[in-house]
């Protein structure tokens, strides 16, 4: 028996919505109904979640006195597991798109947490088809029943993909602690449109800029560049832009169209841009430190600020960024440095920057030191910033042969189903050989592209 997705009739106390305009300037939806994905009532609890590691998982009466909690009764569902274990639905076919829904209800309590000794777990929802998913860390310091109320938006990508919310088929439960939780009354919270899963630009100037900056939107196809300055020139900036989304599509025209809006912030002040990345993180109830370098790109929203002496400047940073935005769109995996996305950035970077390669390139070929081997450089890990010449050129060295392009768009489609831009595993099947067979070939197109005669 597959995972029941029913529907419950709206009522002003299930209703706690965040109401903000979209991307698309959407009429609001009619007023909709709250989707049950699971409250326990009905037998066959194996025919709807399966578990994973060490957990144990039961129907169980709710005692009287449930305290309060709408939502709460009949029947619960005991999980009883350590760090590691999970428990998630089983694959629901015609499933929902979710991208409609504003935030997950939860109604649970965790026995026996306290503030010395919180439970912590995470709540996933993963994509059909490949591994990917979307999570938000969960920690309760006290136990009773709480209702949990989490919005989508706020929902960070995991395991280096970035899957879109209607790819979505599965809710699951992964536990970090030891863990005694009793859930209930499972539901889905539909927002005032289509794509209410999704950051709003309201959202995104809120907690860039805060409610009281003065702020601009700028818009061209898939882009849209939020800004507290005044300087940022919008229509040669959008013309970077969009020369840069042409040549994507040129080069990967095997990718598909942009999942939803590519986020490009620029901050008037380069401490307001570095600031905001740690207070980012809170609302997806994770940590991090700023940014250390110059442009940054995260959960499909490129970032940089201007220049103090020049805020006029289209930086070739913008440019840079707003790729890794663009490929986190088309690919689904996420930017974390690897090797395909600072290419790509690197590459169309130069188109602004107009920066000759050549003597980075040369330097390269003649100091072997310069350079990393391939099968270490192409594993999907990050790259440092002095191996961007080299990642930039193996794209172009792909690109530049029609066999060799399109074995290579087999690869970078075979990438989005592994969630991965790691080339180690694909470079046999599709280009032919192992990383390091193909180095010498790699390094002979340089020779000959750049001029060098190095041996």
């Excluded at 106390?13 to 991307?23: D, E, G, I, M, R």
């Excluded at 326990?40 to 309060?68: D, I, M, Q, Y």
């Excluded at 289509?194 to 700028?218: I, W, Y």
């Excluded at 430190?289 to 442009?295: D, L, Y």
Aim: proline share 9%.
């Amino acid at each position: 028996m597959d995972m029941r997705w029913r529907r419950l009739a709206a009522s002003p106390a299930l209703f706690v919505l965040l109401v903000a305009p979209t991307l698309g300037r959407q009429e609001p939806l009619p007023p909709a109904e709250a989707l049950v994905l699971d409250d326990f009532e009905e037998p066959g609890l194996g025919g709807r979640w399966e578990a994973f590691g060490e957990l144990k998982a039961s129907r169980v009466p709710v005692p009287e006195g449930s305290g309060g909690v709408e939502g709460v009764s009949g029947t619960a569902l005991l999980v009883d597991g350590g760090p590691g274990a999970s428990l998630r639905t089983r694959p629901i076919p015609d499933g929902p798109d979710l991208s409609r829904f504003d935030r997950a209800v939860v109604r649970v309590n965790a026995r026996g947490a306290s503030a010395e000794d919180p439970v912590v777990f995470e709540v996933h929802f993963y994509a059909a088809g490949r591994r990917a998913w979307r999570w938000r860390k969960v920690s309760l310091d006290r136990d009773g029943w709480q209702e949990l109320r989490l919005p989508l938006a706020y929902f960070r990508p995991g395991g280096g993909t970035s899957p879109s919310w209607d790819e979505v088929d599965r809710l699951g439960f992964h536990l970090r602690t030891d863990a005694e939780l009793v859930l209930d009354g499972l539901e889905l919270v539909p927002g005032d449109s289509e794509d209410a899963a999704e950051l709003s630009v309201d959202q995104l100037l809120r907690d860039a800029f805060g409610p009281e900056a003065e702020t601009r939107v700028h818009r061209r196809g898939p882009f849209v560049v939020l800004t507290d300055s005044p300087d940022v020139p919008e229509a040669p900036l959008l013309d970077a832009l969009e020369a840069m989304g042409r040549r994507t599509r040129e080069e990967f025209p095997n990718l598909p169209e942009p999942t939803g809006p590519v986020w490009l912030l620029i901050f008037a002040e380069d401490d307001d841009y570095r600031a905001f990345w740690p207070r980012f993180a809170r609302r997806f109830a994770g940590e991090m430190g700023p940014p250390g370098s110059g442009g940054f790109t995260a959960l499909g929203i490129a970032s940089a600020s201007c220049l103090p002496d020049d805020p006029e400047a289209v930086r070739p940073v913008f440019v840079h960024e707003a790729s890794h935005a663009l490929m986190d769109r088309m690919l689904g995996v996420a930017s974390e440095g690897n090797w395909l996305f600072e290419a790509l950035g690197t590459r169309y970077q130069l188109d602004v920057s107009g920066q000759d390669l050549g003597p980075i390139v040369r330097q390269g070929l003649a100091d072997p030191k310069a350079r990393s081997p391939l099968e270490e450089l192409l594993d999907g890990e990050p790259v440092p910033e002095t191996r961007y010449w080299q990642v930039a050129t193996v794209v172009d060295w792909l690109l530049d042969d029609p066999g060799r392009r399109a074995a290579f768009h087999l690869a970078v489609d075979a990438m989005r189903s592994r969630g991965s831009t790691d080339l180690r595993p694909l470079a046999p099947e599709f280009l032919g050989g192992d990383l390091d067979e193909l180095e010498p070939e790699w390094l002979d197109w340089l020779r000959r592209s750049y001029g060098d005669d190095t041996p």
